[in-house]
């Protein structure tokens, strides 16, 4: 698979989301980091959004709260290219009900190459970077190809097999 090249901005649109237990030390972070988080775009799930804006003093794009379809509106993002990294403080020894969410966008992150930061310390290598001073090319697989393979709708070979071209269906004689 062929790869294209988005072009991160020197302000970049970073996603900021905590599960509950972890909403206290995301907020700590966020606050030790204002000055470096004030000329970005601060996307945030929830409540998170509402604190955040409070703590920071610079406006915050609110979403829904993650089990209300925030990480799905984020994952969404990502895709768009709406959102250049996510630092996602969430607690691996809770139960999540909306765990299948979580994973959606932690999946999200991954196929779209954006960077993630699960935790403190990952975010403070991350915010602190070279990187982040300027713009950054960020390589993704170019799907073209995925989105137009052919796929075996288990039909049997004396009937037509339908083929996937982009949304549209291809009947393949």
């Not at 170019?142 to 052919?150: G, I």
């Amino acid at each position: 698979m062929t790869n294209r090249s988005i072009i991160m901005e020197h302000d970049k649109k970073i996603a900021l989301v905590a599960h509950d237990n972890k909403k206290p030390d995301l907020l700590e972070w966020a606050v030790f980091n204002r000055d470096l988080l004030a000329h970005h775009e601060v996307y945030a799930t929830g409540t998170t959004g509402e604190t955040l804006e409070r703590a920071l003093g610079f406006k915050i794009n609110k979403l829904q709260s993650g089990p209300l379809g925030g990480d799905q509106q984020i994952g969404a993002k990502i895709v768009d290219n709406e959102i250049d990294f996510l630092i996602f403080f969430w607690d691996p020894l809770e139960p999540m009900p909306h765990d299948p969410d979580v994973k959606a966008l932690l999946r999200m992150a991954v196929v779209w190459n954006i960077p993630i930061a699960c935790n403190r310390t990952s975010a403070d290598f991350m915010i602190s970077s070279p990187l982040m001073e300027g713009q950054y090319q960020r390589l993704v697989p170019d799907y073209a190809e995925y989105r137009t393979r052919k796929i075996d709708w288990g039909t049997s070979s004396d009937e037509s097999s339908i083929g996937d071209s982009g949304g549209d269906v291809v009947l393949v004689a």
